[in-house]
């Protein structure tokens, strides 16, 4: 199935926009920011990237619109033709030629610059050179206005074509204007075409869509054709024959036997012969409408006449029919499928295919070794079953199983029942009442049934209900036994003395420092020793060794009372926490402005070379060392959306 969807093509942007776009998007997507400063090498790759950069999006752009657009030799001839009626073949080419010229053009402007910039020696020749090459690229693209301006024109035209399938079941009505065409089209299908009173009111081409014997069909609404030389005819009547010649379809040719429409049946039986070599290896009939308005029948001897020279004397069918009544477009729409079917199952058998595959197939046609006759022998059962109009076969089955119900034994009774087979839920409902197989797979059925299912079954459910009874007995028992009050007591206490020692643990974070092993302590010396030491050396061991006794006492812990409230016990640990001199240095001071210098002459150096470091930073706007912010030069919220006055052009 070949159609073309042509309202996929893409807006094509005149010569303006076009520009702004490429500009716009490549001062968006490469690096905006140079300087005199960097290498001659990064310079000469900023420019020659923003050049770049620009001739691919042109390219592309370019590229896309040569490629969406249809070329006439790909595409079927009846849209081939249609182009070349309704725009032009020779436009047409020429406005793709141009832009497919313009895309090699661009590439070349910037493989010649590329060139040139890669022997830029400074950063304002780069610039320059840039400069050059987006101008002429930006200058080649104005000069293809009239091309973009006549594509687009094109493609809005081409989307409002109907999607006609050249090669599927095809209707085809044709004839004078105001004969009735497009009133059969909107009565025949699901269409909705302007009817009007006066000629002309179809200017295109329109289809339905209907159905017939399954198959889709579409039926396609012509303008109307006047007769008069080829060389005479506008582009609305070159539509009609353009799908006249090249569509493979069945030809309904119309005609207003009441000549309302304006024309005479000479006028438009002279039509019908002028057009008729559009008709050669096509179906075709004949539709005389507007019956309402004068019967077929009471038409006068000479337009009878001309009408038989127009079917060729009974040889192409002729149909009445009236759209405003509705009376035989039943029978124009029967005729004419039949008709194409036929027309189109007689050309694949009269193709080389066709032989390759009957030349495969082999039809057995028997034939009657006697002349004894030989009726179908059918079982009484089923015609009495044939009989019972009002009796379902599920009514039937219920009734059997009703029936052999007391027959069967006990221990069947219940799982084989109706009313259990009424709840199996199987794909098909007439299947929940057939009989069981005694066989299935090789095995006996009745092996896997025990007699004393149900027996068990109870006997099972009473012992779990007794179970169960006397699990709930026991532990109610055990609940209604009460502890003693030395129990009660002793319970208090243990979990007392575990709370006391999660928040002894919790506070005295002191208590988690590393232990330092026997074999370290061991090597410790003591103070006498470290006296001795120092003594050798020449120094002065009295203040030394006064201030390490001092530190080496330890101090007597608080005495308190033994409370066993746990109040009491946290108040304690409180006061004792804040005496720790690890827990007062958390809340020492930071050193201020001048400690930690020698002599006032080492402070004033620090802060001269800190002013110093923090100039070169102050000029570049950075908050310190580890600020690597790159500023935006053009903020978007500053440079985009509407300008308020004066020029327009941001560049």
Same mark, same amino acid.
């Given at each position: 199935?070949?159609?073309?969807?042509?309202?996929?093509?893409?807006?094509?942007?005149?010569?303006?926009?076009?520009?702004?776009?490429?500009?716009?998007?490549?001062?968006?997507?490469?690096?905006?920011?140079?300087?005199?400063?960097?290498?001659?090498?990064?310079?000469?790759?900023?420019?020659?990237?923003?050049?770049?950069?620009?001739?691919?999006?042109?390219?592309?752009?370019?590229?896309?619109?040569?490629?969406?657009?249809?070329?006439?030799?790909?595409?079927?001839?009846?849209?081939?033709?249609?182009?070349?009626?309704?725009?032009?073949?020779?436009?047409?080419?020429?406005?793709?030629?141009?832009?497919?010229?313009?895309?090699?053009?661009?590439?070349?402007?910037?493989?010649?610059?590329?060139?040139?910039?890669?022997?830029?020696?400074?950063?304002?020749?780069?610039?320059?050179?840039?400069?050059?090459?987006?101008?002429?690229?930006?200058?080649?693209?104005?000069?293809?206005?009239?091309?973009?301006?006549?594509?687009?024109?094109?493609?809005?035209?081409?989307?409002?074509?109907?999607?006609?399938?050249?090669?599927?079941?095809?209707?085809?009505?044709?004839?004078?204007?105001?004969?009735?065409?497009?009133?059969?089209?909107?009565?025949?299908?699901?269409?909705?075409?302007?009817?009007?009173?006066?000629?002309?009111?179809?200017?295109?081409?329109?289809?339905?869509?209907?159905?017939?014997?399954?198959?889709?069909?579409?039926?396609?609404?012509?303008?109307?054709?006047?007769?008069?030389?080829?060389?005479?005819?506008?582009?609305?009547?070159?539509?009609?024959?353009?799908?006249?010649?090249?569509?493979?379809?069945?030809?309904?040719?119309?005609?207003?036997?009441?000549?309302?429409?304006?024309?005479?049946?000479?006028?438009?039986?002279?039509?019908?012969?002028?057009?008729?070599?559009?008709?050669?290896?096509?179906?075709?009939?004949?539709?005389?409408?507007?019956?309402?308005?004068?019967?077929?029948?009471?038409?006068?001897?000479?337009?009878?006449?001309?009408?038989?020279?127009?079917?060729?004397?009974?040889?192409?069918?002729?149909?009445?029919?009236?759209?405003?009544?509705?009376?035989?477009?039943?029978?124009?729409?029967?005729?004419?499928?039949?008709?194409?079917?036929?027309?189109?199952?007689?050309?694949?058998?009269?193709?080389?295919?066709?032989?390759?595959?009957?030349?495969?197939?082999?039809?057995?046609?028997?034939?009657?070794?006697?002349?004894?006759?030989?009726?179908?022998?059918?079982?009484?059962?089923?015609?009495?079953?044939?009989?019972?109009?009002?009796?379902?076969?599920?009514?039937?089955?219920?009734?059997?199983?009703?029936?052999?119900?007391?027959?069967?034994?006990?221990?069947?009774?219940?799982?084989?029942?109706?009313?259990?087979?009424?709840?199996?839920?199987?794909?098909?409902?007439?299947?929940?009442?057939?009989?069981?197989?005694?066989?299935?797979?090789?095995?006996?059925?009745?092996?896997?049934?025990?007699?004393?299912?149900?027996?068990?079954?109870?006997?099972?459910?009473?012992?779990?209900?007794?179970?169960?009874?006397?699990?709930?007995?026991?532990?109610?028992?055990?609940?209604?036994?009460?502890?003693?009050?030395?129990?009660?007591?002793?319970?208090?206490?243990?979990?007392?003395?575990?709370?006391?020692?999660?928040?002894?643990?919790?506070?005295?974070?002191?208590?988690?420092?590393?232990?330092?092993?026997?074999?370290?302590?061991?090597?410790?010396?003591?103070?006498?020793?470290?006296?001795?030491?120092?003594?050798?050396?020449?120094?002065?061991?009295?203040? @030394?060794?006064?201030?390490?006794?001092? $530190? /080496?006492? %330890?101090?007597? !812990?608080? +005495? *308190?009372?033994?409370? =066993?409230?746990?109040? @009491?016990?946290?108040?304690?640990?409180? $006061? /004792?926490? %804040?005496?720790? !001199?690890? +827990? *007062?240095?958390?809340? =020492?001071?930071?050193?201020?402005?001048?400690?930690?210098?020698?002599?006032?002459?080492?402070?004033?150096?620090?802060?001269?070379?800190?002013?110093?470091?923090?100039?070169?930073?102050?000029?570049?706007?950075?908050?310190?060392?580890?600020?690597?912010?790159?500023?935006?030069?053009?903020?978007?919220?500053?440079?985009?959306?509407?300008?308020?006055?004066?020029?327009?052009?941001?560049?």
């Amino acid at each position: 199935m070949v159609v073309y969807n042509f309202k996929s093509i893409m807006v094509v942007p005149n010569a303006t926009d076009f520009i702004d776009v490429v500009l716009s998007k490549t001062q968006r997507k490469t690096p905006t920011v140079v300087h005199p400063a960097y290498q001659i090498s990064r310079i000469r790759t900023f420019y020659m990237r923003k050049v770049k950069f620009m001739q691919q999006t042109v390219h592309d752009k370019l590229s896309m619109v040569l490629e969406q657009f249809p070329l006439l030799t790909d595409i079927h001839p009846f849209y081939a033709d249609l182009i070349n009626i309704l725009y032009d073949r020779d436009h047409y080419k020429l406005a793709l030629g141009q832009l497919n010229t313009a895309r090699h053009l661009v590439d070349q402007i910037a493989n010649d610059y590329l060139k040139l910039l890669k022997y830029g020696d400074s950063l304002y020749r780069c610039k320059q050179l840039k400069r050059a090459a987006m101008g002429r690229i930006c200058t080649l693209l104005k000069k293809q206005q009239s091309s973009l301006a006549y594509l687009e024109q094109v493609r809005q035209h081409l989307s409002r074509l109907p999607s006609i399938d050249p090669n599927t079941r095809t209707l085809v009505l044709c004839g004078y204007p105001n004969v009735g065409k497009s009133s059969f089209l909107n009565k025949m299908t699901r269409a909705d075409v302007e009817v009007q009173p006066y000629p002309f009111t179809t200017k295109s081409l329109f289809v339905g869509h209907t159905d017939y014997e399954y198959l889709k069909w579409q039926v396609i609404d012509t303008p109307g054709i006047l007769d008069h030389p080829l060389e005479e005819r506008n582009t609305i009547e070159m539509q009609s024959i353009t799908a006249l010649a090249h569509l493979r379809a069945a030809i309904l040719f119309m005609v207003d036997i009441s000549e309302n429409c304006g024309y005479s049946l000479q006028q438009q039986a002279n039509l019908f012969h002028s057009i008729k070599p559009l008709f050669t290896g096509k179906p075709l009939l004949v539709v005389a409408n507007k019956i309402d308005v004068i019967p077929f029948e009471e038409l006068d001897e000479k337009s009878k006449k001309i009408i038989n020279s127009m079917t060729g004397n009974g040889a192409i069918p002729l149909i009445p029919m009236s759209t405003m009544t509705e009376e035989g477009i039943a029978s124009v729409k029967k005729a004419a499928c039949d008709t194409l079917l036929a027309s189109r199952v007689e050309a694949k058998m009269s193709s080389k295919k066709s032989e390759d595959i009957l030349q495969r197939l082999n039809v057995a046609m028997p034939h009657p070794r006697d002349e004894k006759t030989r009726t179908p022998s059918i079982p009484q059962s089923i015609l009495e079953n044939r009989g019972m109009k009002g009796t379902s076969q599920a009514a039937l089955y219920i009734d059997e199983f009703n029936q052999k119900e007391e027959e069967k034994p006990m221990w069947l009774k219940g799982f084989s029942s109706v009313e259990w087979k009424k709840k199996y839920k199987l794909k098909d409902d007439e299947w929940r009442f057939d009989v069981i197989p005694e066989l299935m797979d090789g095995h006996n059925i009745s092996d896997w049934i025990d007699p004393e299912i149900l027996s068990k079954l109870e006997a099972l459910e009473k012992e779990e209900d007794a179970r169960i009874e006397a699990k709930e007995n026991e532990m109610e028992e055990e609940s209604e036994e009460d502890l003693t009050e030395e129990q009660w007591e002793l319970a208090g206490k243990i979990k007392e003395k575990k709370q006391l020692l999660k928040m002894a643990a919790r506070d005295n974070k002191s208590g988690n420092a590393p232990v330092i092993e026997r074999k370290v302590r061991s090597k410790q010396r003591s103070i006498s020793e470290f006296e001795d030491h120092l003594g050798e050396l020449g120094i002065d061991t009295e203040k @030394a060794a006064k201030a390490m006794r001092e $530190r /080496s006492v %330890s101090r007597e !812990p608080r +005495k *308190r009372e033994r409370s =066993s409230s746990v109040s @009491a016990v946290r108040s304690e640990i409180g $006061r /004792s926490t %804040s005496a720790d !001199p690890k +827990k *007062r240095r958390m809340f =020492s001071k930071s050193p201020g402005r001048g400690e930690g210098f020698a002599t006032p002459k080492q402070l004033e150096r620090a802060v001269s070379v800190g002013r110093k470091n923090q100039k070169y930073r102050n000029i570049d706007a950075r908050k310190g060392e580890g600020d690597r912010h790159v500023p935006d030069l053009k903020p978007k919220h500053l440079f985009s959306g509407k300008r308020k006055g004066g020029t327009h052009d941001r560049r």
